[in-house]
């Protein structure tokens, strides 16, 4: 397994990250996660339309909290053609709960925690706490990817303006 070092910090102490960097322009990765009603959700499902895969630690921290808000606002402004995925390793059953608390109603709350193949395809995990890293990829139609931002600081937030742009551009 690939290890990154020096892209990711905690509180200023870098981590590794575990898998590849994907790039701009690249295929996506296919993978399968665990959706709130504990079925397996296959990203294949997916192709044909854009998506928006908001990745987060933990929803019970306040930027990921704050972050899967905003992508949840705005949802609504893309229209059919984009799909909105949030992704953790939360438990499924903290996901549901979060999601009804929280009022999330656009975004799809999914969890990596069982094989963390979300994290490994898109070299997310962090090594030292098998937690996902913050990081945001937008992937086209076609199964490219068109955005990639890996938060380089954990507690901050991603760039939402070239997050929306980007989306503005494929629609």
């Known amino acids: 397994m690939q290890e990154r070092k020096n892209i990711v910090t905690i509180k200023n102490k870098p981590v590794t990250l575990l898998g590849p960097e994907i790039k701009v322009s690249s295929k996506a990765p296919e993978f399968t996660v665990i959706d709130n009603n504990l079925d397996e959700f296959h990203s294949s499902i997916l192709h044909g339309k854009i998506r928006v895969y908001n990745v987060v630690h933990s929803l ?33 059953f903290t996901q549901a709960r979060w999601c009804g608390n929280a009022g999330i109603d656009r975004v799809k709350v999914l969890s990596d925690h069982k094989d963390l193949s ?23 139609e076609n199964d490219t990817v068109r955005y990639v ?7 901050t937030h991603p760039n939402y303006d070239k997050v929306l742009e980007t989306i503005g551009q494929l629609i």
Do not use: M
Not at 149 to 155: G, Q
């Open 149 to 155: 931002e890996y938060v380089p600081e954990l507690s």
């Open 60 to 92: 019970e921290t306040s930027v990921c909290d704050l972050q899967t808000k905003n992508f949840n606002q705005h949802a609504s402004d893309f229209g059919d053609r984009v799909e909105v995925l949030t992704l953790s390793v939360d438990l499924p």
């Open 118 to 140: 979300f994290g490994l395809a898109y070299g997310v995990v962090i090594k030292e706490l098998r937690l996902l890293a913050r990081a945001v990829f937008v992937v086209d």
